[in-house]
């Protein structure tokens, strides 16, 4: 810890501060690695393009990511053998071509048959040339997870935008 002394207007103070380590998005936190999905789940998915399967997403050396096929909402589910603690959901979209705003809803459930509990939904606005990638990282508390499940309204407005994902990751 560094300390600083800065006296104002006549009267003496010291300042406690240390620097903050920054870690990147992409690194997972210390003590923690990536969940490999494929070993521990099976998918689902409404559609996908032949060139972007979902496992470009879901694997750690995917670099392509997901897209589907079809337009409109779209849902991938992942459905874990044995119940799963969560502790971070990485997600990274992407639109380099389109102008739309895209909702998402990352959801869970304790078992295959149960209701879904809410963990976040989202907005976001494709702008390109300037707004092309939406980097969502949460730091959650989730146990027992039997089912994990993200659903993509790629174009709020109803137009016929299709929903694509760079990457999910899990910790």
Same mark, same amino acid.
């Given at each position: 810890?560094?300390?600083?002394? *800065?006296?104002?207007?006549?009267?003496?103070?010291?300042?406690?501060?240390?620097?903050?380590?920054?870690?990147?998005?992409? /690194?997972?936190?210390?003590?923690?690695?990536?969940?490999?999905?494929?070993?521990?789940? *099976?998918?689902?998915?409404?559609?996908?393009?032949?060139?972007?399967?979902?496992?470009? /997403?879901?694997?750690?050396?995917?670099?392509?990511?997901?897209?589907?096929?079809?337009?409109?909402?779209?849902?991938?589910?992942?459905?874990?053998?044995?119940?799963?603690?969560?502790?971070?959901?990485?997600?990274?979209?992407?639109?380099?071509?389109?102008? %739309?705003?895209?909702?998402?809803?990352?959801?869970?459930?304790?078992?295959?048959?149960?209701?879904?509990?809410?963990?976040? %939904?989202?907005?976001?606005?494709?702008?390109?040339?300037?707004?092309?990638?939406?980097?969502?990282?949460?730091?959650?508390?989730?146990?027992?997870?039997?089912?994990?499940?993200?659903?993509?309204?790629?174009?709020? *407005?109803?137009?016929?935008?299709?929903?694509?994902?760079?990457?999910?990751?899990?910790?």
């Amino acid at each position: 810890m560094t300390k600083i002394s *800065s006296i104002p207007e006549g009267k003496g103070s010291i300042v406690r501060k240390s620097k903050i380590t920054w870690i990147p998005q992409s /690194a997972p936190p210390r003590d923690q690695a990536w969940k490999d999905v494929d070993r521990i789940a *099976s998918v689902e998915v409404t559609s996908e393009e032949s060139d972007y399967p979902i496992e470009s /997403a879901l694997l750690l050396e995917g670099k392509r990511g997901w897209r589907a096929a079809n337009p409109g909402t779209q849902t991938i589910r992942l459905i874990f053998d044995e119940p799963q603690k969560l502790r971070r959901i990485f997600l990274v979209f992407e639109d380099t071509e389109t102008c %739309r705003t895209q909702e998402f809803v990352l959801r869970w459930s304790p078992d295959i048959e149960g209701s879904f509990r809410e963990i976040v %939904r989202q907005q976001w606005n494709f702008n390109p040339p300037d707004s092309v990638r939406e980097t969502e990282d949460y730091a959650v508390e989730l146990s027992e997870v039997k089912v994990l499940e993200l659903v993509i309204v790629p174009e709020k *407005s109803g137009g016929k935008g299709s929903a694509s994902l760079v990457s999910l990751r899990l910790a």
